[in-house]
């Protein structure tokens, strides 16, 4: 059976596929028009409610509690992981099972952040009402500041009205979008009003790639025997033993206190090949002060360093003297390339 995987050549077939890539074309223009307009109204009315919003869950003692329905829903499950994810606690209480006990999964000392884009949804009714009652402070995210919603909230953040990318202005469509990017642009001020590093990101990410993109040099190099090392004033015979013996296309040549001095790549032994060779010093042959790493840098760091240099492998050093190797391979292996 042929395969009916599409091509720029069916996207260029006349009718059918101008018409599909059109529709598309409309949909990411009135998209990036919500987001302008987003940004627009954070440089006006929006930005100062934006500011006492961050403030108040920076101050918070608890949690924020982001909720909604429907649409709105689904967008506060995904900022409410983007804010546990950069530093800020959350979790996310469905609108609708609130009122059926899981009330009581919110505290006095918890922040609740409320998606509502008309601030008329029924369901946010009773827990409007709980978080007035404990004075758990209320913030709106909706784009009708005198709705229910807007009216009960300690801040409300009010976003511009908009055409939905939908033909038929019905389905949440740049709505969504604009809900989704306002939680990114709460988590990222709070992300960088607390200081929060790619170090404390990823203690939060361990697994995946971005476990893998975080973790540290000494998390991947090899140490102790298994480095190729040769002293200053040995043979290049004894050089090239140690190369392949270790296998990391390499050897870091030190001196009598340890230190490294250079390095003899397989470059290098091209650039020198000769019938003296062999006999040659391995000061008379290495490059000196090659490119060196730290222990405690990122892995995804000395991966932009090997691209950067064109070279595959490289000394980890701590006080000039080697303490581990690290190869391009090692950092494949872990899942960072």
């Known amino acids: 059976m042929a395969g009916t995987r599409a091509s720029n050549d069916d996207v260029g077939q006349p009718a059918h ?33 934006f500011v006492v919003a961050v403030e108040l869950i920076r101050n918070a003692r608890g949690r924020v509690i982001v909720t909604g329905i429907g649409k709105s829903g689904h967008i506060g499950r995904k900022i409410s992981s983007t804010l546990s994810s950069t530093g800020t606690p959350s979790y996310f209480v469905h609108a609708g099972e609130a009122s059926h006990g899981d ?28 978080s007035r009652r404990f004075r758990s402070p209320l913030i709106a995210v909706t784009a009708e500041a005198d709705s229910a919603l807007g009216r009960a909230a300690d ?18 469509t740049t709505s969504s979008l604009m809900q989704l990017a306002l939680g990114d642009a709460l988590a990222i001020a709070l992300l960088e009003s607390r200081g929060f590093t790619a170090l404390d990101f ?29 002293r200053k004033g040995s043979r290049m015979s004894q050089a090239i ?75 980890v050093v701590e006080s000039d003297r080697p303490k581990g190797i690290v190869h391009l391979h090692d950092l494949l292996r872990a899942g960072v390339a």
């Open 103 to 130: 009330l009581g999964m919110i505290a006095a000392e918890d922040v609740i952040v409320a998606l509502s884009w008309s601030g008329e949804t029924a369901e946010l009714k009773n827990l409007i009402d709980y």
């Open 241 to 315: 033993v140690e190369m392949s013996a270790k296998g990391f296309g390499c050897v870091g040549i030190q001196d009598s206190d340890g230190r490294l001095l250079g390095i003899i790549t397989d470059g290098d032994l091209r650039r020198h090949m000769n019938d003296k060779l062999l006999d040659s010093l391995v000061e008379d042959v290495m490059t000196r002060a090659p490119k060196t790493v730290h222990s405690d840098q990122l892995a995804s760091e000395v991966l932009e360093q090997l691209n950067a240099s064109k070279i595959t492998a490289v000394f």
């Open 17 to 49: 596929g101008r018409a599909l890539v059109d529709s598309a074309l409309r949909a990411l223009k009135v998209d990036a028009e919500g987001v302008t307009a987003l940004a627009e109204a954070m440089r006006g009315p929006l930005g100062p409610a």
């Open 202 to 230: 990823g203690n939060l990410h361990p697994g995946g790639r971005l476990g893998a993109l975080l973790k540290f040099v000494r998390d991947v190099m090899h140490s102790g025997y298994a480095m190729p090392l040769a």
């Open 155 to 172: 801040v409300a953040l009010v976003l511009p009205s908009i055409r939905e990318a939908c033909p038929h202005n019905l389905a949440p």
